[in-house]
T-cell receptor, first 112, second 114 residues
């Protein structure tokens, strides 16, 4: 079952912030975040493991709330290069080689 | 170091034809997978493999076959192409690493079934 991402689309001006959420009905072992530019392959951003840790990557960070089975991706002081589609991928708990299931994606557009 | 290589990049088929999408990685990754991407649907897992000789089904396996005879290669076979299989197909690989490891994607194969 696919995780659910919200919102489906976000439009920002350069310098504004955004939050993208990813929710699952299953107990999660890890959450992956990827960004995909139009016509290109998805590119890895970060992985969060159960334990509620928060990670950062330049001005992009993410958190993982194990109790709610939810992850959030935070984009601060957005740049034009942040435009693209963001996907969360989730691995359910209990298996070392579990399937990575992706959400439907959130389209982020940053305008000058 | 080429990473994940998919061939062909583009393909047009007629309904009922069969074909194989090729995927090769040179990173010695144990885990490989195939996804299809359709507008508004995200990336849906077709089949995956945790090592040579081991494969399993994903969310949308019908109409596709896979095999994994070597660590490097993971071909995807369309048995009898249907218009519903028109999509962009991505192959990905990673170390097994208990979910810690990022997936590396190929550039994709854009497939049209007429």
């Amino acid at each position: 079952q696919q995780p659910v991402q919200s919102p489906q689309a976000v439009i920002l001006r350069e310098g504004e912030d955004a939050v993208i959420n990813c929710s699952s009905s299953k107990a999660l072992y890890s959450v992956h975040w990827y960004r995909q530019k139009h016509g290109e392959a998805p590119v890895f951003l970060m992985i969060l493991l159960k334990g509620g840790e928060q990670k950062g990557h330049d001005k992009i960070s993410a958190s993982f709330n194990e109790k709610k089975q939810q992850s959030s991706l935070y984009l601060t002081a957005s740049q034009l290069s942040y435009s693209g589609t963001y996907f969360c991928g989730t691995r359910a708990g209990g298996t070392s080689y579990g399937k990575l299931t992706f959400g439907q994606g959130t389209i982020l557009t940053v305008h000058p | 170091n080429a990473g994940v290589t998919q061939t062909p990049k583009f393909q047009v088929l007629k309904t009922g034809q069969s074909m194989t999408l090729q995927c090769a990685q040179d990173m010695n990754h144990e885990y490989m997978s195939w996804y299809r991407q359709d507008p508004g649907m995200g990336l849906r897992l077709i089949h995956y493999s945790v090592g040579a000789g081991i494969t399993d089904q994903g969310e949308v396996p019908n109409g596709y076959n896979v095999s994994r005879s070597t660590t490097e290669d993971f071909p995807l076979r369309l048995l009898s192409a249907a218009p519903s299989q028109t999509s962009v197909y991505f192959c990905a690989s990673s170390y097994s690493g208990q979910g810690h490891q990022p997936q590396h994607f190929g550039d994709g194969t854009r497939l049209s079934i007429l």
